[in-house]
């Protein structure tokens, strides 16, 4: 499909959905952002960049078809860390089912998913997203499924985050234990590509990863792009079971099992995304935002 889409995207105002806004708007597409709080001021900001700015919410159907009406695509992401891993099924059906209900007239429906979610893996937050892809399967709407892998950016979320502040990266995982990881600017770059070459994605499901590389590795490359040194602890799995246990349960799987995107494959197919190696990415962070101590490497 080529010439200038209209475009609905969910999530506008957070990491991944304001990735794909720019990424779109810079390939000259018209941008409709569905947002609850259109008074915001992630919202007047997208205004401000010409974006058409729609107020839905995911608990409204009704609202969720009249955002969608007249649009080519539907770009449609849910998160379970805001009200849990059931409330993201069910808002993640009702924007399928906006998406398809007659007289929308939704060509493609770009779902992201995560990785590994179609396998069984019993992680609250994986299986929650595969509930809606398997709502998407039964829709009959024309769909894609972009499947990422664990985020770089969770380095920079409070997490992780405030342990780098104290020099450390405590992940549940053994320092050997290699990662799959992708920066969500290549997310949004690899889904503009599928939503301008829908006929070439239509149907298919799609793990993505920009990198693997153990998770001492990381720690390595941060204290490189930092300046200051930080290093990685294994912590127990019952550590991270007693704060949370979808969490735990993710790591678990990591160590057992883990991701398998083409890493090689895929920026062999695609090499119009930057795909980022881990140490790039760390490079181009402002680490000073983050209070690491002023210990030399």
């Known amino acids: 499909m080529s010439g200038k889409l209209n475009v609905l995207v969910t999530g506008a ?10 990424a779109l708007l810079g390939r000259g597409h018209s941008i409709r952002a569905l947002t609850r709080k259109p008074e915001s001021a992630g919202a007047a900001a997208l205004a401000a960049r010409g974006v058409t700015i729609v107020t839905g919410d995911f608990e409204d159907q009704g609202s969720l078809e009249r955002a969608a009406r007249g649009v080519d695509t539907v770009f449609a992401m849910s998160t379970p860390f805001e009200r849990g891993a ?23 429906l770009v779902y992201s998913s995560v990785a590994g979610a179609d396998r069984a893996t019993g992680i609250p937050h994986f299986d929650s997203k595969f509930e809606v892809e398997k709502e998407i ?8 499924i972009v499947a990422p892998v664990f985020f770089m950016e ?10 780098i502040a104290k020099g ?3 992940m549940a995982l053994p320092a050997t234990r290699r990662l799959q990881q992708i920066a969500v600017a290549d997310i949004a770059q690899f889904t503009a590509l599928v939503i301008e070459r829908r006929e070439s994605f239509l149907g298919k499901r799609i793990d993505i990863a920009s990198d693997e590389l153990t998770v001492a590795t990381a720690a390595a490359a941060i204290s490189e792009a930092s300046g200051q040194h930080i290093e990685y ?6 550590a991270v079971r007693q704060w949370n ?14 991701y398998d995107a083409d890493v090689v494959g895929l920026r062999w197919l695609y ?15 402002d680490w000073s935002t983050i209070a690491i101590p002023a210990t030399p490497v």
Do not use: C, Y
Request: charged share 20%.
């Open 233 to 238: 602890t294994a912590l127990p799995i019952d």
């Open 245 to 258: 246990d979808d969490l735990a349960r993710m790591f678990e799987w990591f160590a057992r099992v883990g």
């Open 271 to 285: 090499p119009e995304v930057d795909w980022h190696r881990f140490s790039n990415w760390a490079r181009e962070q």
């Open 13 to 22: 105002t957070g990491k991944q959905g304001g990735h794909l806004v720019r």
């Open 168 to 170: 450390s990266i405590a």
């Open 86 to 108: 059931q409330t993201e099924t069910r808002e993640g059906i009702n924007i399928v089912r906006a998406a398809s209900a007659a007289g929308v007239g939704v060509s493609h």
């Open 154 to 163: 969770n380095f920079l979320a409070d997490w992780l985050a405030a342990g």
């Open 137 to 144: 399967r039964r829709s009959g709407v024309p769909f894609t």
